[in-house]
């Protein structure tokens, strides 16, 4: 029996993305004022639902022009200063969609009038991008489809299964030496 025989359905978007924040003010500042997404919703909980656990929390929500959410959590009592350190991209980034390159060097000039450092464009082939830190050390990119965009990802898709069997037999002996056999293999809900 096929997926859509038993009902289910393919994600048709992005809900939210949630990460951690330092200071819930802090955050407002740079994803309103800098970025212009608005607070959608800043959120009081006194313990973490489904746990139980009695530890308060803001939630924010900040809603981008689709009705999708990026969200940050503020929990001091937990939160430790390397939470909040810089980390490579490959780490973590969060990265938002803008129309064009127009756009995206408005953009540009508007979060460096702002007094935040915003790096780029850099041209990606497919893609352009301009990157900065927020407060929290997450690194934020504002990027824009360029003409090769879909001929790009339609011609990767041709061919995205050759490239990740090619990609899993060239590194796979590195990773079981970093990682062990059984944590590349797993494939089952009690992996970690």
């Not at 308060?56 to 390397?82: C, I, K, R």
């Not at 508007?110 to 082939?125: E, M, Q, T």
């Not at 003409?147 to 011609?155: H, L, N, R, V, Y």
Request: with cysteine; aromatic share 10%; glycine share 8%.
């Amino acid at each position: 029996m096929s997926d859509s025989q038993v009902g289910l359905k393919q994600a048709s978007g992005i809900n939210h993305v949630a990460f951690r924040c330092r200071d819930a003010e802090q955050t407002r500042w740079f994803y309103s004022d800098v970025l212009g997404l608005p607070l959608a919703a800043a959120l009081v909980a006194e313990k973490v639902p489904g746990l139980g656990d009695e530890i308060p929390y803001m939630h924010l929500f900040f809603q981008l022009g689709n009705g999708e959410f990026v969200a940050f959590f503020d929990q001091p009592e937990t939160a430790e200063p390397g939470h909040f350190e810089r980390t490579h991209s490959f780490e973590r980034h969060l990265a938002l969609e803008v129309p064009d390159e127009s756009a995206l060097l408005a953009w540009q000039a508007r979060i460096n009038a702002k007094g935040v450092s915003c790096l780029g464009p850099v041209d990606h082939g497919f893609v352009k991008s301009v990157y900065m830190y927020d407060p929290n050390g997450l690194q934020v990119e504002l990027t824009c489809k360029t003409p090769t965009f879909d001929s790009t990802i339609a011609g990767a898709a041709e061919i995205a299964a050759a490239s990740m069997r090619e990609w899993s037999d060239r590194y796979r002996d590195l990773k079981v030496s970093k990682f062990g056999a059984a944590a590349i293999d797993r494939r089952s809900r009690h992996a970690g």
